[in-house]
């Protein structure tokens, strides 16, 4: 029998609560993002990867998952943007990331398994499978459809069913597992994505084999 980990209402997508974080959460007119990725708990290549994308203009952080220990993201706190976070197939406690995420002074959203977010004019879909990605990305319902689990950063113009194109992006791995540790500057005004590596410091872990194989 498989195990189901329920999570009460009141802690998804702000369901039955208030926000009482408007100054964070309610500004949707980010131009400049970070997109990241599988983590895996790497919480120092995380915080590298946000001070860069700080320093570059950043206003928001959108992560697609596989953070695995909740507490990997208290580092982002002091950069004081808003996080915006799925979990993936490596899911460690979703319970305490609920917690988490609504904590008075947290700067983390949990979103569940996928979020549809609206920021800086453009509709955003956060998945964390490829292939889930890929079929959204078909349907132009979204401008970008971004993903990660395969820790492979790409960046595709796709033409969508409504005679549009949609941007599938997968930021790779912020974490350095099986690659070098990377993430997507994204502007949404000019709609111009860059795959950016981490800077890291001498003797810093990354690149390390993954735990499970990802296909």
């Known amino acids: 029998s498989k195990a189901h980990v329920v ?94 995420s609504h904590e008075p002074d947290s700067v983390v959203r949990y979103h569940g398994q996928d979020a549809a977010l609206h920021v800086g004019g453009r509709s955003i879909f956060l998945v964390h499978y490829p292939h889930y990605a890929a079929a959204l990305a078909l349907t132009g319902d979204y401008d970008l459809v971004c993903c990660g689990h395969d820790h492979k950063a790409s960046i595709q113009r796709v033409d969508n069913v409504r005679g549009g194109i949609t941007y599938l992006l997968n930021p790779g791995t912020v974490g350095g597992v099986g690659a070098k540790p990377s993430y997507i500057l994204i502007d949404l005004d000019e709609l111009t994505f860059e795959v950016r590596e981490v800077p890291t410091e001498p003797g810093e872990a990354c690149n390390t084999p993954p735990v499970t194989v990802h296909n």
Do not use: W
């Open 7 to 100: 999570i009460p209402a009141c802690f998804i997508r702000g369901v039955g609560r208030s926000d009482a974080r408007p100054d964070l959460f309610a500004k949707s007119s980010a131009v400049k993002i970070c997109l990241l990725s599988d983590s895996h708990d790497n919480r120092r290549l995380l915080e590298h990867a946000v001070q860069d994308a700080k320093a570059r203009g950043v206003e928001a952080v959108l992560h697609c998952g596989d953070v695995v220990a909740p507490t990997t993201l208290r580092v982002l706190k002091k950069f004081e943007l808003p996080v915006h976070v799925i979990h993936g197939n490596n899911t460690g406690d979703l319970y305490a990331m609920a917690k988490l």
